[in-house]
C-alpha cells in the first residue's frame, strides 16, 4: 500500500503554502480537502450567474511578498490591485475619506481637526515602529522560553537583541502596546471620534473583543504590517476574488508534482505507538503517510480528529481552554447597478476601497455589547467593499459584486444554535444599514449570500466561525500560540504537526504559519530549506 510522505489535512491558503514548501524539498505530499473545491477561506464561487463571490476572506494585503515569490505565484496567475481609497461615513451626511496619497490623507483630517492632522504623523511614525519590531518573527519559529537547546536560545537572544536596540522609552511603549485596547492608544493621538472609528475598525476585525478590550491594539498591527507591491499597511483585491490567491497555490504545487484530492473528509488521523501513520477518511478509507500534517484549527484537530487516549491530559486542557470565539459574519451581495451614496462625489476614489458606517468607538462598542449579550449588532459594524470598483471580472459589465464583513454575530443566538430565521434578521441589520446611506440600495439588490457563523464553520470547519482559528490577544501569541510548550508546528503525536492560524503568527491570509511548519518539519528530516527566503525588513 502506498505511503505518502506527508499527507496535508485541508486545502485553505496555509496547507497549500505547507504542502508547495514540502513538495519544493522533495517530498511526495498529499493535500486532503473535505469540499469539492480548494481554498478553505480564501475561495471564489459563483452562486449566481455571472458573479463570482469571495466568500469569507474578501481582501488581500497580509499574504507574504517572500512566499509569493518563493512559489512564483505570479506565474501562475495572482495579481493583487490596491485600494485607491476609502470611507467613513457619518450620521450628519458627512464623511472621512481615505486615500492613497500621504498628504491628501492628511488634508482630508484636517477637515475635522487640525490637530489629528498634525498628529497622523506621529500616529503612523510609532505603529510602523511596532511594525519594524513584530514584522521579521512572522517567519521565524517562536522560541521555547523553557527550553536550553541552542536553537532556542538562539531564537531568545535574538528577540532579546531586538528589544535591547531600543531606547528606553520605545521598550515601554511597546510593552504597553501589547496589552492595551486600541480606544486608549488612539486616544493618546486623536480627538476627533471619526478619525479614532477610521483606524479602530482594524483593531476588532474578527476578533471576540471591543476597542475598549485591553489587547486590541495589537490586533491593529496584525492588520497594519501588510502589505501590496512593498506599500506597507497598503490592502487590495485579488484579481478574480479570494479564490485567486488559493488557485495559484494549488496550481504551484501542482506543477511540482503534488496531488490535491477533494471530497475527501477526514475522519481521524491514524495513531500507532504514539506517532502518525496516516489518516482515515470518513467512508473509512485509509491513507497512509509517514508524517501528517493538519491545516485545521487546534481544537477541531485534537478534540475531535485524534483519540483522547493519544494526548496528554494538561495538553487537552489547555486545547480546550484556547480561545476561538466566533464573533463575525459575511454577507455577500450581487447587485444590478454600482450603489449610490449621496454624501460622495461622482466618481470618488472612495468607491474603490473599503467604507465604513460606524461613526464612532462608543458605536463600536455598543455593538460589541450585543455580542456579549448573545445577540447579532442590531447597529453593526461593516467593512464594506465593491471590487468590482477595480475588478470588472467578478460580474457582467456594469454590475457589482458587493461584499460585507460583518461585527458583531456571536457563534450561539442567546445560548443556542443559529436558525434560519435569525440568519435572516442578521441579514437585515445589514441592508438596513446601508440602505439608510444609499437610497435604493434593496432595489439593486439581485442576489445575497448570508454566512453566520454557523456557515463558516459548517463549511470552512472554523470553529465557531473564528476567522483567525484564536483569539489574538497577547496571552495566545508567540510562544504561547497555540498552547506553552507546542508552538513550534509540533505535536505531542509523534509526525503529527500544525500549520494553520491557531500556530505563530496567527491568522489572515498570510502564509506564514504554513510556510514556518514547512521549515520545521524539513529540518526534523534534514531535508534542505535553501528554497525558502527569510522575512525581509520594514523600511
Same mark, same amino acid.
Given at each position: 500500500?502506498?505511503?505518502?510522505?506527508?499527507?496535508?489535512?485541508?486545502?485553505?491558503?496555509?496547507?497549500?503554502?505547507?504542502?508547495?514548501?514540502?513538495?519544493?524539498?522533495?517530498?511526495?505530499?498529499?493535500?486532503?480537502?473535505?469540499?469539492?473545491?480548494?481554498?478553505?477561506?480564501?475561495?471564489?464561487?459563483?452562486?449566481?450567474?455571472?458573479?463570482?463571490?469571495?466568500?469569507?476572506?474578501?481582501?488581500?494585503?497580509?499574504?507574504?511578498?517572500?512566499?509569493?515569490?518563493?512559489?512564483?505565484?505570479?506565474?501562475?496567475?495572482?495579481?493583487?490591485?490596491?485600494?485607491?481609497?476609502?470611507?467613513?461615513?457619518?450620521?450628519?451626511?458627512?464623511?472621512?475619506?481615505?486615500?492613497?496619497?500621504?498628504?491628501?490623507?492628511?488634508?482630508?483630517?484636517?477637515?475635522?481637526?487640525?490637530?489629528?492632522?498634525?498628529?497622523?504623523?506621529?500616529?503612523?511614525?510609532?505603529?510602523?515602529?511596532?511594525?519594524?519590531?513584530?514584522?521579521?518573527?512572522?517567519?521565524?519559529?517562536?522560541?521555547?522560553?523553557?527550553?536550553?537547546?541552542?536553537?532556542?536560545?538562539?531564537?531568545?537572544?535574538?528577540?532579546?537583541?531586538?528589544?535591547?536596540?531600543?531606547?528606553?522609552?520605545?521598550?515601554?511603549?511597546?510593552?504597553?502596546?501589547?496589552?492595551?485596547?486600541?480606544?486608549?492608544?488612539?486616544?493618546?493621538?486623536?480627538?476627533?471620534?471619526?478619525?479614532?472609528?477610521?483606524?479602530?475598525?482594524?483593531?476588532?476585525?474578527?476578533?471576540?473583543?471591543?476597542?475598549?478590550?485591553?489587547?486590541?491594539?495589537?490586533?491593529?498591527?496584525?492588520?497594519? *504590517? #501588510?502589505? /501590496?507591491?512593498?506599500?506597507?499597511? !497598503?490592502?487590495?483585491? +485579488?484579481? @478574480? =476574488? *479570494? #479564490?485567486? /490567491?488559493?488557485?495559484?497555490?494549488? !496550481?504551484?504545487?501542482? +506543477?511540482? @508534482? =503534488?496531488?490535491?484530492?477533494?471530497?475527501?473528509?477526514?475522519?481521524?488521523?491514524?495513531?500507532?505507538?504514539?506517532?502518525?501513520?496516516?489518516?482515515?477518511?470518513?467512508?473509512?478509507?485509509?491513507?497512509?503517510?509517514?508524517?501528517?500534517?493538519?491545516?485545521?484549527?487546534?481544537?477541531?484537530?485534537?478534540?475531535?480528529?485524534?483519540?483522547?487516549?493519544?494526548?496528554?491530559?494538561?495538553?487537552?486542557?489547555?486545547?480546550?481552554?484556547?480561545?476561538?470565539?466566533?464573533?463575525?459574519?459575511?454577507?455577500?451581495?450581487?447587485?444590478?447597478?454600482?450603489?449610490?451614496?449621496?454624501?460622495?462625489?461622482?466618481?470618488?476614489?472612495?468607491?474603490?476601497?473599503?467604507?465604513?458606517?460606524?461613526?464612532?468607538?462608543?458605536?463600536?462598542?455598543?455593538?460589541?455589547?450585543?455580542?456579549?449579550?448573545?445577540?447579532?449588532?442590531?447597529?453593526?459594524?461593516?467593512?464594506?467593499?465593491?471590487?468590482?470598483?477595480?475588478?470588472?471580472?467578478?460580474?457582467?459589465?456594469?454590475?457589482?459584486?458587493?461584499?460585507?464583513?460583518?461585527?458583531?454575530?456571536?457563534?450561539?443566538?442567546?445560548?443556542?444554535?443559529?436558525?434560519?430565521?435569525?440568519?435572516?434578521?442578521?441579514?437585515?441589520?445589514?441592508?438596513?444599514?446601508?440602505?439608510?446611506?444609499?437610497?435604493?440600495?434593496?432595489?439593486?439588490?439581485?442576489?445575497?449570500?448570508?454566512?453566520?457563523?454557523?456557515?463558516?464553520?459548517?463549511?470552512?470547519?472554523?470553529?465557531?466561525?473564528?476567522?483567525?482559528?484564536?483569539?489574538?490577544?497577547?496571552?495566545?501569541?508567540?510562544?504561547?500560540?497555540?498552547?506553552?510548550?507546542?508552538?513550534?508546528?509540533?505535536?505531542?503525536?509523534?509526525?503529527?504537526?500544525?500549520?494553520?492560524?491557531?500556530?505563530?503568527?496567527?491568522?489572515?491570509?498570510?502564509?506564514?504559519?504554513?510556510?514556518?511548519?514547512?521549515?520545521?518539519?524539513?529540518?526534523?528530516?534534514?531535508?534542505?530549506?535553501?528554497?525558502?527566503?527569510?522575512?525581509?525588513?520594514?523600511?
Amino acid at each position: 500500500m502506498k505511503a505518502w510522505d506527508a499527507i496535508v489535512i485541508g486545502g485553505g491558503h496555509n496547507g497549500l503554502v505547507n504542502a508547495c514548501y514540502l513538495q519544493r524539498a522533495g517530498l511526495e505530499v498529499l493535500v486532503i480537502e473535505k469540499n469539492d473545491w480548494v481554498g478553505g477561506a480564501a475561495t471564489s464561487r459563483e452562486l449566481t450567474p455571472g458573479f463570482l463571490y469571495s466568500n469569507c476572506s474578501y481582501v488581500c494585503s497580509l499574504f507574504r511578498p517572500e512566499i509569493m515569490r518563493d512559489l512564483e505565484l505570479p506565474r501562475f496567475g495572482l495579481q493583487v490591485i490596491s485600494y485607491e481609497g476609502g470611507a467613513v461615513f457619518t450620521r450628519d451626511g458627512d464623511y472621512l475619506a481615505n486615500y492613497r496619497d500621504h498628504d491628501a490623507h492628511r488634508r482630508e483630517f484636517a477637515r475635522f481637526s487640525r490637530r489629528d492632522a498634525e498628529a497622523y504623523d506621529r500616529y503612523a511614525r510609532d505603529v510602523t515602529r511596532q511594525c519594524r519590531f513584530i514584522q521579521p518573527l512572522l517567519m521565524r519559529t517562536a522560541p521555547d522560553p523553557t527550553s536550553l537547546r541552542p536553537r532556542d536560545l538562539g531564537e531568545l537572544l535574538y528577540l532579546g537583541k531586538k528589544f535591547a536596540g531600543l531606547t528606553p522609552e520605545e521598550m515601554a511603549l511597546t510593552l504597553r502596546f501589547w496589552t492595551m485596547s486600541i480606544s486608549d492608544f488612539l486616544d493618546e493621538y486623536f480627538e476627533t471620534d471619526v478619525i479614532k472609528a477610521n483606524f479602530a475598525l482594524s483593531g476588532i476585525i474578527g476578533t471576540a473583543l471591543g476597542p475598549m478590550s485591553p489587547g486590541t491594539a495589537y490586533v491593529l498591527l496584525h492588520h497594519y *504590517m #501588510g502589505e /501590496v507591491d512593498g506599500s506597507v499597511g !497598503a490592502w487590495g483585491y +485579488a484579481r @478574480g =476574488g *479570494m #479564490g485567486a /490567491v488559493t488557485k495559484a497555490l494549488a !496550481a504551484s504545487f501542482q +506543477a511540482s @508534482g =503534488g496531488t490535491i484530492r477533494t471530497s475527501a473528509e477526514v475522519d481521524h488521523v491514524m495513531v500507532r505507538r504514539s506517532k502518525a501513520r496516516g489518516v482515515v477518511l470518513a467512508g473509512g478509507e485509509e491513507i497512509h503517510g509517514r508524517l501528517v500534517v493538519s491545516n485545521a484549527d487546534v481544537k477541531r484537530t485534537f478534540l475531535k480528529l485524534v483519540e483522547e487516549k493519544e494526548l496528554p491530559d494538561i495538553f487537552l486542557r489547555r486545547v480546550r481552554n484556547f480561545r476561538i470565539r466566533g464573533s463575525s459574519g459575511k454577507v455577500n451581495i450581487a447587485l444590478d447597478s454600482l450603489p449610490e451614496f449621496p454624501a460622495l462625489p461622482k466618481d470618488s476614489p472612495v468607491y474603490r476601497g473599503d467604507m465604513h458606517f460606524t461613526d464612532s468607538m462608543e458605536r463600536m462598542e455598543r455593538a460589541y455589547d450585543d455580542w456579549k449579550a448573545g445577540r447579532w449588532s442590531a447597529d453593526p459594524f461593516l467593512d464594506m467593499v465593491i471590487p468590482t470598483t477595480l475588478d470588472p471580472t467578478m460580474a457582467p459589465p456594469g454590475k457589482h459584486f458587493m461584499s460585507c464583513f460583518v461585527q458583531y454575530a456571536p457563534p450561539k443566538v442567546n445560548g443556542r444554535d443559529w436558525t434560519d430565521a435569525d440568519r435572516d434578521g442578521f441579514a437585515e441589520s445589514v441592508i438596513a444599514q446601508i440602505s439608510d446611506y444609499s437610497p435604493g440600495f434593496r432595489d439593486r439588490i439581485v442576489h445575497m449570500e448570508v454566512r453566520t457563523p454557523r456557515e463558516i464553520e459548517a463549511e470552512v470547519g472554523l470553529t465557531e466561525g473564528n476567522i483567525f482559528q484564536g483569539e489574538l490577544t497577547f496571552d495566545q501569541l508567540l510562544f504561547n500560540r497555540p498552547v506553552p510548550g507546542y508552538a513550534q508546528y509540533r505535536s505531542p503525536v509523534g509526525g503529527l504537526y500544525m500549520c494553520g492560524s491557531s500556530t505563530h503568527p496567527g491568522g489572515g491570509v498570510m502564509g506564514a504559519p504554513g510556510r514556518n511548519a514547512a521549515a520545521e518539519i524539513l529540518r526534523d528530516l534534514t531535508k534542505p530549506t535553501k528554497h525558502m527566503s527569510p522575512a525581509h525588513d520594514v523600511v
